[in-house]
């Protein structure tokens, strides 16, 4: 390969250039030591195909470097140093993909190879597709171990050669690569020799590159229906349609791309090559890449000697910090609304807003959000507890083999969970994709926008109970599209008629023990299941804090049992920043009037300096928990 053997003699310069610049998003709070800066680029492959080639071959022109690939702070923003720590990098060696084709292999084992080549063409579409050129039928788990190419994930090739043909109405990986060696970005290129000599690509302007059609081929998947006895049906079953559910929104309407979320743009841009050295910034769509997945992210990271992946911890650490940021900023909102009720009887009314483009939660079936509802007296003392987790038992009350999509809530071992449930042929509910033949449940919240009179909602519906709940993606004057569910909260404590605060969290889980119960069945027949369930053990299965909000917002339960305590804010009223005085913090969070959580701190930073930046001028709140347990809430103002 031209300049593969220069690139390879830099990598000291290179590596030297990453301590200076930094290789971590300003934004990310991730504290990270020199070392980890020294970024594992040579890990990368450098395989070419007919028409693919390896990610180490981008490096070269792309990756970090002094001028190049910066931003205005010199942060280094590189496309591969971005990318190298996401899903879609190590989609090809997740483990648990690897374990679950595995798992529909063993439920189906005359199809073994079928099922592993459509699973490929979008975990490793490179060497899926490379092969199939070749003229190979299929392409099952033993090519891919053996083919660097494919073992490259979702790369660069993969998405820069997709040409813009009928682009929403492929499913299943079907890529339609062009074979010119031409390489799609979203604006003119300014140059295009050194690319035609170094690689043999043509660069390209291509605005399809920024229309969420490209992500369609990948992220509309369905599945053949296999009868119990392993056999196929006639039968099909969309297991996952997120750019239907886009398309079915008012964000496609809008022309909110999926790009627009997944790849943000970089303020200012960026000189986007190392060469020529004359290059003029030019925008840049950061290849962040993230979705909800925190979880998977982190078994990455902690495996990533284990399962061969060329990322850093530090990567790892950025990307999980976008994620996490994605899932509790852009993901979905709360609102808390009290209601008349008698004497003895306390009654809330929860509206979960979803914020995205497409369902909450959308994608691979295992992920779900759930409702944790907690209801305290005057002395902060629970009166009620619906939707608690523990990692021995998961989520409180949760039925098998499934929980029921609730528009009222009555007793604590009812919880709300948002989520899809799908069934066998004989109308069981079951976790193995190629059994999938009917819907069970599907209560996942809708996009603002979203119809049931829309071309694509027979691939992305509603369950039954969630279609017939008349403020399900409802307007309160019954119109469709509202991307919001509301559900009612009815308690009546034995015997308490005191003052109450209610405690409500939208908790979103990616891999529930559940989903991976009867997989892990399968461990002593194959390695890669038992090489995940070992992974899934130690890992921490934690759910993500989506959003907290307290009503009401200026009292918490436990604060007033308590004597007052002597924090205060200063300076208050505040422009910019405010700081906790007079109380030793050991946790804060930062609440608009309404009494959502903004922000999540620890005690230095309150005392420190928390930053009033997004907050609209007005009241705000700080919960502050000292460290010897005692809470209370500090009222300030901005502006």
Request: a negative charge.
């Amino acid at each position: 390969m031209k300049g593969k053997l220069a690139w390879l003699g830099a990598m000291g310069l290179v590596a030297g250039a990453l301590v200076l610049a930094g290789a971590v998003d300003p934004e990310d709070t991730v504290k990270t030591e020199q070392d980890s800066l020294l970024l594992r680029m040579a890990d990368l492959t450098f395989a070419e195909g007919e028409h693919h080639m390896g990610s180490g071959n981008c490096v070269l022109c792309h990756g970090p470097d002094p001028v190049a690939m910066q931003d205005a702070e010199g942060n280094d923003v590189s496309v591969v140093t971005h990318w190298q720590s996401t899903m879609m990098a190590n989609s090809a060696k997740d483990p648990f993909w690897r374990a679950k084709v595995a798992h529909e292999g063993l439920v189906n084992p005359d199809y073994v190879d079928e099922i592993a080549n459509v699973c490929t063409g979008c975990h490793a579409p490179a060497g899926h597709h490379e092969a199939h050129w070749a003229g190979d039928d299929l392409y099952n788990i033993e090519d891919l171990e053996a083919d660097e190419m494919g073992l490259d994930g979702v790369n660069c090739t993969s998405c820069h050669t997709i040409n813009d043909d009928s682009l929403r109405w492929r499913f299943n990986g079907d890529l339609p690569t062009n074979e010119d060696r031409v390489i799609w970005g979203p604006f003119t290129p300014q140059v295009t020799m050194p690319m035609q000599m170094n690689v043999d690509y043509t660069p390209t302007a291509g605005g399809h590159m920024l229309q969420s059609e490209v992500c369609a081929p990948c992220h509309s998947l369905y599945t053949h229906t296999f009868d119990l006895a392993g056999q196929p049906t006639d039968g099909v079953f969309f297991e996952q349609s997120t750019y239907l559910e886009w398309l079915n929104s008012s964000y496609s309407e809008d022309d909110v791309e999926c790009q627009t979320c997944h790849m943000p743009r970089l303020p200012g841009g960026t000189i986007l090559s190392d060469r020529p050295t004359w290059l003029a910034a030019n925008p840049l769509g950061q290849h962040h890449l993230v979705g909800g997945n925190a979880f998977m992210l982190k078994v990455l990271r902690d495996n990533a000697v284990a399962l061969d992946l060329s990322a850093s911890t530090v990567q790892f650490d950025s990307t999980i910090a976008r994620t996490e940021r994605m899932l509790q900023h852009h993901s979905a909102n709360l609102l808390v609304t009290p209601l008349d009720a008698p004497t003895g009887e306390y009654a809330f009314e929860v509206e979960v807003e979803n914020l995205a483009g497409h369902k909450f939660p959308t994608g691979y079936p295992s992920r779900l959000t759930f409702l944790e509802f907690i209801l305290r007296d005057s002395t902060g003392t629970e009166l009620f507890h619906s939707g608690d987790w523990t990692e021995a038992e998961g989520i409180a009350g949760r039925d098998e083999p499934f929980e029921p999509h609730w528009n009222e809530i009555l007793t604590d071992d009812q919880v709300q969970i948002y989520e899809m449930v799908f069934a066998d042929v004989s109308g069981t509910a079951s976790t193995v994709l190629d059994q999938a033949a009917s819907l069970l449940k599907d209560n996942r919240i809708a996009p603002a926008g979203f119809s049931t009179e829309h071309m694509s909602y027979d691939t992305a519906a509603f369950g039954p109970a969630a279609a017939l709940d008349a403020d399900f993606n409802r307007f309160l004057d019954g119109t469709e599209g509202s991307g919001s569910d509301r559900l009612t909260y009815r308690i009546t404590p034995d015997g308490y008629t005191g003052t109450v605060t209610a405690e409500v969290t939208l908790h979103y889980l990616a891999l529930p023990a559940r989903w991976v119960e009867e997989m892990f069945g399968f461990a002593g027949d194959h390695e890669a299941i038992a090489d995940f369930q070992a992974m899934f053990n130690e890992a921490d299965r934690t759910p993500v804090e989506v959003v907290k909000v307290w009503w009401p917002a200026s009292a918490v339960g436990v604060a007033e049992a308590t004597a007052p305590q002597p924090g205060r804010l200063v300076p208050n009223p505040a422009s910019d920043r405010v700081r906790v005085e007079g109380v030793d913090v050991a946790h804060a969070w930062l609440l608009d009037a309404s009494g959502r959580v903004v922000r999540e701190l620890a005690g230095t930073q309150a005392a420190l300096g928390i930053d009033l930046e997004g907050m609209a001028p007005g009241v705000y709140f700080i919960r502050v928990e000292s460290r010897d347990g005692r809470e209370q809430v500090l009222r300030g103002v901005k502006g």
